[in-house]
């Protein structure tokens, strides 16, 4: 599970500047995740209980953050950065930050427990 929200947030980190930073065509940074169900199953990693309820937990978590993300996106659709609207990218900003904030709340949860 470690890997899974390290891969999670390492994605979507990178994911949110490249959009920041090339606009529309950053976007297609987010086809990196689509290696992590193979990883996945190479390393043949199956979650115990314990796990699929921190799981859960995580995206309960994240769920809450994403509303303040998306507050803050939608205030911000307006301005331009590096010569590109956020309004015209705000979908694909959206999604990496949900990667990005289940990542670190899995990240933040391991450590914990």
Not at 86 to 98: G, H, P, R, V
């Amino acid at each position: 599970m470690k890997f899974r929200y390290y891969f999670e947030t390492v994605v979507g980190t990178s994911c949110f500047i490249l959009i920041l930073l090339f606009g529309a065509v950053g976007g297609v940074s987010l086809s990196l995740l689509a290696f992590l169900p193979v990883i996945i199953w190479k390393l043949r990693v199956m979650p115990d209980e314990r796990e699929l309820q921190l799981f859960y937990k995580t995206g309960n978590l994240a769920g809450g953050l994403q509303f303040i993300i998306l507050t803050i996106i939608y205030l911000i659709a307006d301005k331009t950065v590096n010569g590109h609207l956020i309004l015209d990218s705000w979908l694909t900003l959206s999604i990496s930050s949900i990667i990005m904030v289940h990542g670190i709340a899995g990240l933040i949860f391991l450590k914990t427990n």
